[in-house]
């Protein structure tokens, strides 16, 4: 990788360090009206740019008879989101169904850490510009494949079900040793760049359809909606069962403004939008997002939808040691969830 690449990357990796040890201080309980989040990279977060944007959960704190004062923190990757969450810095956890899985299993009988809600259904896509990079089957040991959070994130834990797929269970992580963390607006930049070690990203909106029109030589080697059998909940947000029960008017003001969220992107995606370059400060082409919150893949809903095929086959191969029945295993029972999968 050049020097100013690796030199770049360096210095968002050590803003990342250090804003994850700091969260990492230990935090007391936190009484009613009081609501931390931690939020990554992407438009699959929008649900929560347009809540923070409209300033939805303290309109409905309100209506539950509490003030909330909402506190905003921007990680990268699974593995940081969850261990702000299980040291106290944070209420709300952002991140994908790999996460939640590992945190559920980590913590059962014990936080007992569960899904409070989905940010809607996105098709994540692990692209490359590599010219002999077909399938996953075409990656070898000269190429680097970007992600969130090595064998903890989403998309590192759909790479592994496809490899299951391409090779058997016992093969599920062949393809692990060449995957590197790395946050998505700088594996984006690598991959449009070209001349690094880094030559397939495993993103999410809208860092992969960026790199689709940045890079001539970029192409989908792996659509997740493919390795999961149809439209997928792959981002989510959980909690503690303590969180929860010590804040029912907090959660329930939360729930209801993720709702009220959602219809408002289905209804208005060039309002959304306009909110996520805002919340963002992206620079991302404006018509881009127009057209990938149009895509009828991208469905916003705070039901999970199909997480279930990705936890019976991180118990399979031994990620989780204990067996989810049904998702509802990992997802606190609630009204809005009520339909989930």
Do not use: C
Request: glycine share 8%; aromatic share 8%; no cysteine.
């Amino acid at each position: 990788m050049p020097a100013f690449s690796f030199r770049f990357l360096s210095r968002r990796r050590a803003v990342a360090v250090t804003l994850a040890a700091a969260l990492a201080l230990p935090g007391a309980a936190m009484a009613e009206g009081r609501l931390r989040i931690a939020e990554q990279f992407g438009v699959v977060y929008l649900l929560l740019n347009v809540a923070r944007d409209q300033q939805l959960i303290e309109k409905h704190g309100k209506q539950q008879g509490v003030d909330i004062k909402v506190e905003w923190t921007q990680l990268s990757g699974g593995a940081a989101v969850n261990d702000a969450l299980l040291s106290g810095a944070i209420d709300i956890a952002g991140a994908g169904v790999g996460p939640l899985l590992t945190l559920w299993d980590r913590t059962h009988g014990r936080q007992n850490v569960k899904g409070v809600a989905s940010l809607g259904n996105f098709p994540y896509y692990l692209v490359s510009n590599n010219a002999k990079v077909k399938s996953i089957a075409d990656f070898t040991d000269k190429d680097r494949i970007a992600l969130p959070a090595v064998t903890v994130s989403v998309q590192s834990r759909v790479l592994q079900l496809a490899a299951a797929k391409q090779w058997g269970d016992k093969e599920y992580n062949r393809l692990d040793k060449w995957t590197v963390a790395v946050p998505h607006p700088d594996a984006a930049a690598a991959i449009i760049a070209g001349g690094t070690e880094i030559t397939g990203h495993f993103g999410n909106p809208p860092f992969q359809e960026q790199e689709l029109a940045g890079n001539p030589n970029a192409r989908i080697v792996l659509n997740s909606y493919d390795v999961l059998g149809g439209p997928s909940s792959a981002t989510v947000l959980y909690a503690t069962e303590k969180f929860r029960q010590d804040n029912p008017k907090t959660y329930r003001a939360f729930v209801d403004a993720l709702a009220e969220a959602a219809k408002f992107a289905t209804a208005n995606p060039e309002g959304a939008a306009d909110i996520y370059l805002r919340a963002s400060k992206s620079k991302t082409d404006r018509a881009l997002l127009v057209k990938l919150l149009k895509n009828p893949q991208v469905q916003f809903k705070v039901a999970p939808q199909n997480t279930f095929v990705l936890a019976d086959f991180m118990h399979r191969v031994g990620a989780i040691r204990n067996r989810p029945q049904s998702w509802q295993d990992y997802f606190f029972a609630d009204p809005a969830t009520a339909q989930g999968s």
